[in-house]
């Protein structure tokens, strides 16, 4: 999206954060940094908004109007209006974080919808062992007031490899539901103001890391802010005992040879210009403190992250290479999974209860973890007839 002069006369709203953390993956799209040369205290960004467009849609057999605009997907929470927002994230400068979030916006535009369907409305999440719902949604927000009421949704910083990323939704159309009518801005400018901020512990400095969170972020082409990240000169992988690539197992699938074991694998990893090994759940256990065994296992990923490593495969069934049961935020009961080994933010469980990666379990009681600093996959093995077959049909894929 092209970058144009602001209008004189602006809307402007100043947003104040408690900042949490969160995540949401988009594709670089429409940056356009406005004047930060190298001063890294206040970063601008402009963007600009194709007019809205307005299709037919229809939900359990009921027609509603779809207001779309290119380049930003639809959001809407249920019986509320689904409307285009556009997902941003932004790599914050080396040890700082948002202080405050400020929104300007062009002259507003206000579009008639008098002779068109109600608004699409956001529907209702079900499982899949659910029957599908048979009635179309019905409004329940404030009509008389324009929807949403905020022009900039926070969502929070969350780190990956030790780099701050903000996440941030601009709104550039708004609905007043008792008129029928869109309220939509052709160019919003968000300007975010930093704070000093401690350096984030996982920060390794290496320029692989660099490279792999600028392809993250809206706003890779901000040399100001950049340049504040210094990466490491030279190799600091492979030195004795650490891996790029390691595979956590028992002592006994570490032990078991056969026409293909654990040993073919980790040579076949060496083989691709990789340092690669195997540690044992039994050395973890007994070199590592934590609360249990998964915390156990999960500091010496950190600590082997810091060395390098990049891609862990757990080698063994859950009785054997054990996982952490983590909240499900639907009150449907615990999920069995290995997220905990690979995003390492805080420790999964900030308020200490019996609930691991609730919603606030982040660092601080932010947004839980969700980028991952690790590559994960696991062999769910548990005997020697198991392990062939996986080593064979890993390396002959």
């Known amino acids: 999206m092209g970058r144009k002069k602001m209008k004189e006369k602006r809307s402007t709203i100043i947003l104040a954060l408690v900042l949490a953390a969160a995540s949401a993956i988009v594709v670089p799209t429409g940056f356009a940094a406005e004047s930060n040369q190298g001063d890294v205290d206040m970063l601008s960004y402009v ?19 779809r207001v779309s605009i290119d380049g930003c997907p639809f959001y809407g929470n249920a019986n509320e209006p689904r409307l285009p927002v556009k997902p941003l994230r932004f790599l914050l400068p080396q040890e700082t974080t948002v202080d405050e979030i400020i929104v300007e916006t062009s002259e507003p535009q206000t579009f008639e919808m008098g002779g068109l369907a109600p608004i699409e409305l956001g529907t209702a999440a079900y499982r899949l062992d659910q029957a599908p719902p048979v009635d179309p949604p019905t409004p329940d927000y404030d009509q008389n007031s324009l929807y949403p009421g905020r022009l900039c949704d926070v969502v929070g910083v969350q780190y990956f490899r030790g780099f701050p990323i903000l996440h941030v939704n601009l709104r550039p159309v708004q609905y007043l539901g008792s008129t029928h009518t869109i309220t939509y ?62 595979i956590i197992t028992t002592e006994d699938f570490a032990d078991y040879q056969g026409a293909w074991d654990f040993n073919d694998l980790v040579h076949y ?29 999960r500091n010496y990923i950190k600590d082997a992250y810091q060395h390098g490593l990049t891609w862990v495969l757990l080698g063994g069934d859950v009785e054997y290479v054990p996982f952490r049961y983590l909240y499900a935020f639907d009150g449907e009961g615990n999920i069995m999974s290995d997220l905990y080994y690979q995003c390492l933010d805080g420790n999964y469980n900030y308020d200490g209860d019996n609930y691991y990666g609730e919603k606030y379990d982040g660092v601080g009681g932010g947004w839980i973890d969700l980028y991952a600093e690790v590559w994960i996959g696991r062999a769910p093995v548990d005997c020697g007839e198991q392990i062939e077959n996986f080593v064979r049909k890993t390396i002959g894929y």
């Open 47 to 65: 963007y600009s908004f194709e007019q809205p467009s307005f299709s037919p849609v229809y939900i359990c057999g009921e027609e509603f109007t």
């Open 185 to 246: 801005y052709s160019e919003m400018k968000i300007t975010i103001k930093t704070k000093p901020a401690p350096l984030n512990p996982l920060y390794r400095g290496l320029p692989e890391d660099k490279e792999a969170v600028l392809y993250k972020v809206d706003n890779a082409a901000d040399i100001a802010v950049t340049s504040t990240y210094k990466t490491t000169e030279g190799d600091t992988k492979g030195s004795f005992g650490w891996y790029e690539y390691v």
């Open 269 to 297: 990893r060496q083989s691709q210009g990789l340092t690669a090994g195997i540690k044992t759940v039994e050395s973890i256990y007994s070199e590592y403190s934590g609360e249990d065994n998964q915390a156990k296992m």
